[in-house]
């Protein structure tokens, strides 16, 4: 019984598989939780204005090379393709359950670029993108696998690049959810890795994992959702001797 995750082990990380089967390798709960209402009440009630920050930041801007990096439930892929239009959307994520739900949603006149590669090690040239797309991911990953993606995210962002990150805020004392114990109790039993990311300086691991790519990050925009608990951040990525 409580190895049934075993059987989701193919090709896919460890702490995948053990801590997420049932959210997204699962083909039940990839439909369960593929409902505009279920994605609204895990993000009490913020995803629109998420997404909408998120997509506010594409506007008016180069549409080239744009990755979106692992699928996510509801609207954002095909958003994005809209936005990045007629320039093809690349997508990885290292799950084929998530690929499939994300390409049936594709609008059939814009082409998605879509790979099944794990985001640690990413199979794309460096200075590849323009444009990196992080929603939602960083606080699912366990500390080592973070590190990892923050490194391969320097390294395939081109020089002048952007990093889009929309996330959970830095850790949220103050925050009336954080202080609810119990809230806060079913939210870390959910989100196993989600303490370490709030305690995590995102700009900091950037930097670190930048040094051997000849690159730096730096935050150029902000924007708090729900009182902090949530933000979009844009850093633009710079050639260190530019
Ligand atoms: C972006 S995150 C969370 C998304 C958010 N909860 C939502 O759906 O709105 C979930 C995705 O990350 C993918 N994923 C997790 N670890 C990965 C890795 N190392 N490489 C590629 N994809 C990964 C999962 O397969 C899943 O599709």
Redesign the pocket.
């Known amino acids: 019984m409580f190895n049934i995750y075993r059987h989701f082990l193919n090709g896919?990380?460890e702490y995948?598989a053990r801590h997420?089967w049932w959210?997204?390798?699962w083909s039940k709960g990839v439909w369960f939780?593929d409902h505009q209402p279920i994605?609204n009440a895990?993000?009490f009630g913020q995803y629109k204005k998420l997404m909408k920050s998120t997509l506010a930041r594409l506007n008016n801007s180069s549409r080239e090379d744009t990755l979106q990096?692992?699928?996510?439930?509801?609207e954002?892929t095909p958003k994005l393709q809209e936005a990045v239009a007629p320039e093809p959307l690349h997508l990885?994520?290292?799950?084929m359950v998530?690929l499939e739900l994300a390409r049936s949603k594709s609008p059939g006149n814009m082409p998605l670029l879509a790979a099944r590669?794990?985001?640690?090690q990413l199979a794309y040239k460096d200075d590849s993108f323009s444009t990196i797309v992080?929603?939602?991911?960083l606080h699912?990953?366990p500390a080592r696998?973070r590190t990892n993606?923050y490194g391969e995210c320097m390294r395939v962002l081109k020089p002048g690049g952007r990093l889009l990150i929309t996330e959970y805020g830095p850790l949220p004392k103050n925050h009336l959810l954080y202080r609810i114990a119990p809230i806060r109790w079913l939210i870390t039993k959910l989100e196993p890795f989600l303490d370490g990311f709030w305690h995590e300086d995102i700009a900091s691991s950037l930097n670190e994992h930048g040094i051997s790519h000849g690159k730096k990050a730096l935050n150029i925009w902000q924007e708090d959702i729900f009182g902090g608990f949530y933000r979009v951040t844009q850093y633009t990525v710079e050639s260190r001797d530019g």
């Open positions: 896919t990380p995948l997420y959210a997204y390798l939780f994605i895990i993000l990096l692992t699928c996510v439930y509801g954002l990885a994520d290292v799950a998530q590669m794990n985001a640690e992080l929603f939602f991911l699912e990953l696998a993606v």
